[in-house]
C-alpha cells in the first residue's frame, strides 16, 4: 500500500507562485512514476505533470509549461510541484499519484492517489 499526503496549496493572486509536495510512505519511491494532477469545479481530471523513470525527464500539460516545474526527491520519498505565474485558470484540487509504470499522463495507469490541496488563483 502507497500512502501520498499533498501539501503547500492556499489562495494566491494571479502572478504569484506556489509550491506543492507530496510526500509517499508504504513502497519503495522510486520504482514508479508519480505525477501531478489537478481538478477543477465541474471539470474531469487532468494531468498536469510528471516525471519519467529513470531519467527523470518532466512531462508537463501545454498549459503549464514555462510555469511550472516538477521534481523529485528519492532521498525525502517526495515529489514538488513548484506554480509559477499562476492565473485564475489553474485553480483546482492539485492531486499526486502514483504508478506502477515508468511513466504516464494517463489517470487510470496511476494506482494511488492523495487527497489532493486546494489551489486558488484570484484575478
Known amino acids: 500500500q502507497v500512502q501520498l499526503v499533498e501539501s503547500g496549496g492556499g489562495m494566491v493572486q494571479a502572478g504569484g507562485s506556489l509550491r506543492l509536495s507530496c510526500a509517499a510512505s508504504?513502497?519503495?519511491?522510486?520504482?514508479?512514476?508519480m505525477g501531478w494532477f489537478r481538478q477543477a469545479p465541474g471539470k474531469a481530471r487532468e494531468f498536469v505533470a510528471t516525471?519519467?523513470?529513470?531519467?527523470?525527464?518532466?512531462i508537463y500539460t501545454g498549459s503549464v509549461k514555462g510555469r511550472f516545474t516538477v521534481s523529485r526527491d528519492n532521498a525525502k520519498n517526495t515529489v514538488y510541484l513548484q506554480m509559477n505565474d499562476l492565473k485564475p485558470e489553474d485553480t483546482a484540487v492539485y492531486l499526486c499519484?502514483?504508478?506502477?509504470?515508468?511513466?504516464?499522463?494517463?489517470?487510470?495507469?496511476?494506482?494511488?492517489w492523495g487527497q489532493g490541496t486546494q489551489v486558488t488563483v484570484s484575478s
Open positions: 508504504g513502497r519503495t519511491f522510486s520504482t514508479g512514476a
Open positions: 499519484a502514483a504508478s506502477r509504470t515508468l511513466y504516464s499522463t494517463t489517470d487510470y495507469e496511476y494506482e494511488y
Open positions: 516525471m519519467t523513470i529513470p531519467r527523470a525527464i518532466p
